[in-house]
């Protein structure tokens, strides 16, 4: 009996001890490489040219560390932790975090069309209403005053259209200056009286302490359906306005290539750096992708390009990686191919 209760206490630790190492979240982030999906089933144009090959999104997997997650991310390669807080600040949670990069999506899709629409001489039509706050500072005068979710829609009388009004109205204010904001909250108008600050990271830059979304509505003929689910972030903006262009135009853009890349897109069709290039890559050439589109950074030495070309070559891929600052470098580069054999 002695004996049975023994092994039952054991089984019961063991147990215990398992489910604390792999369910006990640390203060740690994992990235790691994700997938490389086809974007011909997430974007769907009215009457849009198919095409031999295929673009895909490249995607990062991650989350909050357990041990064992926390333990394998030591020693397996292009797995990297982060302390929670340079991930998310510590008073937003992973709902609104998750919530923040779906607006992200959001946004990287509407650059998207604009670019793809404009270049392939298609209607379009944008109305803006105002930016959104993605979320506030903590320690900066905004904290006291606006939330997530607040749209700003003018600055001391004057209407914001886009971000960038905004960062331009303040940029040359000095410390202390307020600024009086007209936002819309849970459909109300509200006005806000608001400092201007330094901020604690870069001192001789001042601000009230908000990120910002521009709320856009962008209309366009043919439709366009995009279904990305729950994937996140800016990153896909490059990827989406070439397929986007490819179902546009009758050309086959792909010319039967598996073509995959990153980078956030602009709505002047600049393509921007992100994070984790290393691990898309690595995505990329599991699933068997020809080329691979990396932001250039006008050249920079440790640009996104650099990076993703010492992965390439730690990985002896044979997977073609690409450099571009614009949609139309990568377009030309397409355009003068030869067909896949």
């Known amino acids: 009996m002695k004996f049975n209760k023994r092994i039952v206490i054991t089984g019961i630790i063991t147990i215990l001890i398992a489910a604390f190492l792999g369910a006990y979240q640390l203060p740690y982030y994992i990235y790691k490489p994700g997938s490389a999906e086809g974007l011909n089933p ?63 999506m959001e946004s990287s899709q509407e650059a998207a069309k604009v670019v793809a629409y404009k270049k392939a001489k298609k209607d379009i039509n944008i109305e803006y209403n105002g930016v959104f706050v993605m979320n506030v500072l903590d320690g900066m005068p905004a904290a006291q005053h606006l939330q997530a979710g607040d749209r700003i829609v003018k600055v001391d009388d004057q209407e914001i259209s886009e971000s960038q009004d905004l960062i331009d109205y303040v940029s040359d204010m000095e410390e202390g200056r307020s600024v009086e904001l007209t936002i819309r909250r849970n459909d109300e108008n509200l006005t806000r009286e608001v400092e201007l600050a330094a901020f604690p990271d870069q001192p001789d830059k001042v601000g009230i302490g908000i990120t910002l979304v521009t709320d856009r509505s962008v209309e366009v003929s043919p439709q366009v359906n995009v279904k990305s689910g729950e994937i996140g972030g800016p990153s896909a903006g490059l990827m989406f306005s070439l397929e986007m262009y490819d179902q546009l135009t009758e050309e086959d853009i792909t010319k039967g290539y598996h073509i995959a890349g990153t980078g956030e897109i602009s709505y002047e069709g600049e393509v921007g750096r992100i994070g984790g290039i290393d691990k898309k890559v690595v995505a990329a050439h599991n699933t068997g992708v020809d080329i691979f589109f990396a932001p250039n950074e006008n050249g920079a030495d440790n640009s996104n390009y650099q990076t993703a070309k010492q992965a390439a070559e730690d990985l002896d891929t044979d997977m073609k990686i690409v450099p571009v600052d614009t949609f139309d470098e990568a377009l030309e580069y397409l355009n003068n191919l030869e067909p896949k054999s």
């Open 42 to 104: 997430i974007i769907e144009i009215q009457d849009g040219y198919e095409s031999e090959g295929d673009m895909h999104l490249v995607t990062i997997r991650g989350g909050q560390a357990t041990p064992i997650g926390w333990a394998l991310a030591k020693i397996r390669p292009y797995h990297q932790l982060y302390p929670i807080d340079q991930v998310r600040p510590e008073d937003v949670t992973e709902e609104e975090y998750h919530s923040a990069q779906l607006q992200l």
